[in-house]
């Protein structure tokens, strides 16, 4: 039976704010190397770690992350800092994902410029998107790990993958016509959101190299006891 790796979606929620470097070191510390968290790009051109577009819900401040500057309370994650706690973990992977709202807001071309320099750095991680346009001008400067972000479940968009050749596709698991396997190709797939081993077990069998999860950590202790 295929045994999915267990991807932690946005840190261990469990005792921490999602996508804070408190919430990613605890998944580090109990042993997954696997990271997803989200990127924006705020007022001062800063990539930072926030899932929506404003920061209502995760700091209960109703202000547009496109208005909510460098040094402004509350304090954001920014990109360096996760970048600098990964590497005091071996092997780990992030997996960064720029926010569609950012792309909209500011535009492809600004956002890349925004996050060339860490290229380097992050050259080891894989760079998540919705918009494929945005990943293929992230290859063509020098960011060879790409990964796509699946809006929907098609054919078009089957042949426009194949053409791109990403190296991760992710998908929610309620996209997937029931009874379809995933897409083979020389990609490998993440689904979300998972939160039993059961779940992960089935969705391994139908193709995924990892499932995404809130509670990632409960799931990694799980899969370990299975091997």
Not at 96 to 120: A, M, N, Q
Not at 123 to 135: E, G, I, M, P, T
Request: contains cysteine; proline residues 6%; negative net charge.
């Amino acid at each position: 039976m295929k045994t999915p790796q267990i991807m932690s979606h946005r840190g261990d929620l469990r005792s921490h704010p999602e996508n804070s470097l408190a919430a990613l070191e605890s998944a580090l510390a109990a042993g997954i190397r696997h990271l997803e968290c989200d990127i924006q790009i705020n007022a001062s051109g800063t990539p930072v770690l926030l899932h929506d577009p404003n920061l209502l819900r995760t700091f209960a401040v109703d202000r547009s992350v496109f208005e909510h500057a460098d040094g402004q309370s509350p304090s954001l994650p920014v990109l360096a800092d996760v970048l600098e706690l990964s590497d005091r973990y071996p092997e780990t992977v992030l997996y960064l994902e720029i926010k569609y709202d950012s792309l909209e807001h500011w535009g492809e071309t600004f956002v890349l410029d925004r996050l060339l320099p860490w290229s380097e750095r992050i050259k080891q991680h894989v760079l998540l998107a919705s918009s494929k346009r945005f990943l293929s001008l992230a290859r063509e400067t020098g960011l060879p790990r790409i990964g796509v972000n699946l809006r929907d479940w098609s054919a078009a968009n089957h042949e426009q993958l194949a053409a791109l050749q990403p190296d991760l596709l992710v998908v929610n698991v309620q996209r997937v016509p029931d009874g379809e396997n995933l897409w083979p190709g020389p990609w490998q797939w993440a689904v979300y959101e998972v939160e039993d081993i059961a779940t992960a077990l089935h969705w391994g069998e139908r193709g995924a190299h990892f499932v995404l999860s809130h509670v990632g950590v409960e799931l990694h202790q799980q899969r370990q006891a299975l091997n």
